[in-house]
């Protein structure tokens, strides 16, 4: 081998050794923990749909919310929109992965209706809870010929932290 490429070899393993001793281990293994505050998120829209809960040591509590869902009875050619509200049943004191998603899955009676109720709260860039409500046909107690209905429903609404309930008005 001639002296210059072994003085080109030598250069290119030195600066080679250099560069990975001196890349900073963040950079090629960077941790993806999302930051969630203690506090009170939701938001409530227009159409009557809501979510809320409170954060406190990275858990979940108090979660409630409503969303819209569509509901289609057996002896019907259309369909119905109707509210579906939950949180009593609500898992408690989940704690949010590292990665800031937590996916809550419950079976809750709602304005009259049971059904499995299912809540992916993200934080991160854009806090967004997905809610998705399946009401199944009740058949308990149905005899033949009644009508049955099933219903379900799926939402995406973005949350905030800070978001406070307004306290329901006084009698008089």
Not at 26 to 35: E, F, Q, Y
Not at 46 to 55: K, P, Q
Not at 76 to 93: K, L
Request: charged share 20%; proline share 7%.
């Amino acid at each position: 081998m001639a002296p210059m490429s072994r003085f080109l070899l030598r250069a290119t393993l030195a600066a080679a050794l250099a560069l990975v001793l001196l890349t900073p281990a963040s950079s090629t293994a960077r941790s993806h923990t999302a930051v969630v505050p203690d506090g009170s998120y939701g938001v409530a829209t227009a159409s009557g749909e809501y979510i809320y809960f409170t954060v406190r040591n990275r858990r979940v509590r108090k979660l409630e919310f409503q969303t819209e869902i569509t509901c289609q009875a057996s002896d019907s050619p259309t369909s119905e929109q109707r509210f579906f509200a939950a949180g009593a049943q609500a898992p408690q004191g989940r704690v949010i992965p590292a990665n800031g998603q937590l996916t809550l899955r419950w079976w809750e009676n709602g304005n009259g209706r049971y059904g499995h109720s299912s809540v992916e709260l993200r934080f991160g860039a854009r806090d967004v809870a997905n809610i998705a409500v399946i009401v199944p046909e009740d058949t308990t107690g149905a005899a033949p010929g009644d009508s049955l209905e099933s219903c379900s429903g799926v939402s995406s609404l973005r949350f905030r932290r800070g978001y406070e309930v307004t306290p329901p008005p006084t009698s008089p």
